[in-house]
């Protein structure tokens, strides 16, 4: 079975960064296309950014861009999405997703396109 686990929430003020690792529990973690998601109380799940297998194709939200950058290390098995410029709306849940993919550019944006979630790291961001 595969397991994630996201890590690097917590409390910052306005303007401030935060950088949030999620590490998959797979082998061949190059074969998987990652994601983030977040989710804010009462709000429905939200899609942030996403990252093809080999790290070159990434895809954002609009209100993320420019601030948010994905990334990911397939030696260490791990992605990470750095939020700078943070804003009290980006007040969420994060989660990491993964999609077991047959192409090395693929990006999936759909939550329903994800094959497997992490349970979540918090992120609150005050005025």
């Known amino acids: 079975q595969v397991q994630l686990v996201e890590s690097g929430g917590g409390l910052v003020q306005a303007g401030g960064s935060l950088r949030l690792s999620c590490t998959p529990s797979?082998?061949?973690?190059?074969?998987?296309?990652m994601g983030w998601f977040r989710q804010a109380p009462g709000k429905e799940r939200e899609f942030v950014a996403a990252?093809?297998?080999?790290?070159?194709?990434?895809d954002y939200t609009d209100s993320v861009k420019g601030r948010f950058t994905i990334s990911r290390d397939n030696a260490k098995n791990t992605v990470y999405v750095q939020m700078n410029s943070l804003k009290p709306e980006d007040t969420a849940v994060y989660s990491c997703a993964a999609d077991r993919v047959w192409s090395s550019t693929t990006i999936s944006l759909r939550a329903g396109d994800y094959d497997y979630w992490g349970q979540g790291t918090q992120v609150t961001v005050s005025s």
């Open positions: 990252i093809s297998p080999n790290g070159e194709i990434t």
């Open positions: 797979v082998r061949a973690f190059g074969l998987w296309a």
